[in-house]
């Protein structure tokens, strides 16, 4: 056996079976691989995957090594493409006859095989009336560069104006410790851009950084970029179907910029949230937000105050516990833990190699992990309203949920009295985002040096901070791990669209947007990470953000075909969908009464997530239904004129 043997065996050895399985039968083409005893039995992010018998799983194996280094030698000849028929056959093994076949073109596509989702402009006319055409984009997070690449794909100009000095937005802004992707990597990737070389299976802030940046040079975005331009305010021009954006760069000079369309990608999760307590200014130590992160504070020996028990508080806490002298953490509500055993894990060399390496495996694992923690986990936070197990939970499922993840805490809580009544939740899993776990928050949390403080707190000294139980708890440092202002959607600056109308006007606190993307009054303008296209229970927004740019440039194609100038949804159209989403949530765990969550807008609506399985999104974006829409007829040259 030659070395390079040695290494595709190692790598065999750890592949994960099921997306092997997958692997071999594209290889050889032989479907009679697929028996009932290798069938793999699907289980979620809460339930363990089920082990094949070892038997089978080392004939798996050496029939995958034996084909592989056949078809390696041969040198890697092209593998018979599968139509729709085999790979329906293939996913319906995978997940269960019992899938809706609604299903199947969805998954097919996530598979990714191919790429889809990219936008075709190349009938004569389109091509035509993409040269003409200029859409601005406001952010260069995650959202506004797949909204570039795909723009350029359609041969569609753009400009993107982002206030930072870098792309990245979230993967920029938060460089907190231990600030890492809760959605496993080959999720959260754009699909038609897989990195098999992830150094982790939920790698850290600079790796998701150093992806976006990397994908900025291959599609040669940079120069399409206006950094350090803090964007004021976008108006639209009736007369002329335009969007004129004003903007300040980082000498205080005003610039506009104006195009055909306006895509705003400003994020959801991109303005901090600070605490409202008494006398917050007064405190006298460094105080600083999680997603500002003062890197220039040394934490070393200081007693340090954390405000808040959210996901960046989760992955921070850990960080930097061993470094202080004392560390309090105030928490209102206690997360829910996901069991993530790999949670920290590197991705060995061997599994990076079989992602690189053995083809389809990749788009089956990332198929078989969007199936498990995606939809396996939805019906699971959906109310039954016959249920009467009492506010803890709001089904059968879900109870079974909180039975096995309570079992989880208080295996890592057990034998710690201080956090008796502290760390298991009271309000039902999926009230709030579950944190992946791997028992380091609760080890970090039974330190002698770290106390959870339950007590409200009633107002900040210049020395600390004092509880409702009159305690003064001495502090040097205070860290905000308070979130975001997420229901303020497009806070950051000010909109106008016809006749002048102001977006907060007409959202009135309540910001709603149909698919998360467009809004009555406001024509050709786009909204990616929109109001309710939020997840819960651990998709990734990238498919979000997918299915809406191409929604987004679906709309504009629309409007090109007819001639028209603008696209704008009807008010009536807008309004049935944001009640059935409102209906949809109040059943959702993260929308009943007894949870309050930032999820909730101040008016009590939940304004963020995404109610129905993630399928309802991608079907519903995939082309504007005519109905849905009214179009501008484009004025004649000499009136434009
Ligand atoms: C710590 C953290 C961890 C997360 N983990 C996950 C995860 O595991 N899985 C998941 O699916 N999602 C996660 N999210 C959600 C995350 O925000 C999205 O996945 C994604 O990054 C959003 O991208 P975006 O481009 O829509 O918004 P952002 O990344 O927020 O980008 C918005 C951009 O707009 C710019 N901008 C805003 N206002 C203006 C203005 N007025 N003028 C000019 N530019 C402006 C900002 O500077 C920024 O660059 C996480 C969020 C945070 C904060």
Redesign the pocket.
Known sequence: MTGRDAQIDEAIAEAHIPSLLMSLVHLTGDFSLLTPERRPQVATTISEERRLPPEEESEIRRLAGEKLHAWLDAGKPDLPEFGMEKLERMIRYLVGDGVDDSYIPFLEEEIGVGDFRKPDWSAPKLKAAAARMHVVI????????VSAIRLQQAGIAFTI????PE????????TYPG?R???DNQL?SYSFEPNPLWPQHFSTQDKLLAYFQRLVEKYELRRHIRFN????EARYDEAVHRWTVR?RDDRGSEHCVSGDALFS??????TPRYPDIPGLESFAGPAFHS?RWRHDVDLAGKRVGVIGTG??AFQFVPEIQPRVSRLDVYQRNPPWLMPTPHYHDDVSPAQQWVLANVPFYANWYRFWLYWRTVEGMHEGVKGDPNYKGGPEAISAANAQMRGVLEQWIRRHAEGAPKLEGKVIPNYPVGGKRGLRDNGAWIRALRQDNVTIITDRIREVRPEGIVTDDGVLHRTDVLIYGTG?RASDFLS??RVYGRGGMELQDKWQGNARAYLGTVVPDFPNMFI??GPNTN?VVN????LF?ECSVGYAIECLKFAALRDAAAIEVRQDVYDDYNRRVDEANSTMAWGVPQVSSWYKNDQGRVSQNWPFPTIAYWEATRAPQPEDFICAARAAPEQAA
């Open positions: 406001i952010g260069a997070g995650m959202s506004g560069l104006l982002e206030k930072n792309v990245g937005g979230t993967w920029y802004e938060n600030c992707v809760d959605s959260y331009s803090v964007v004021e903007y990608a400003v994020g959801q999760l991109n997603a996901a960046s975001f950051s600056y990616f990470y997840l998709g990734s927004i990238i953000a």
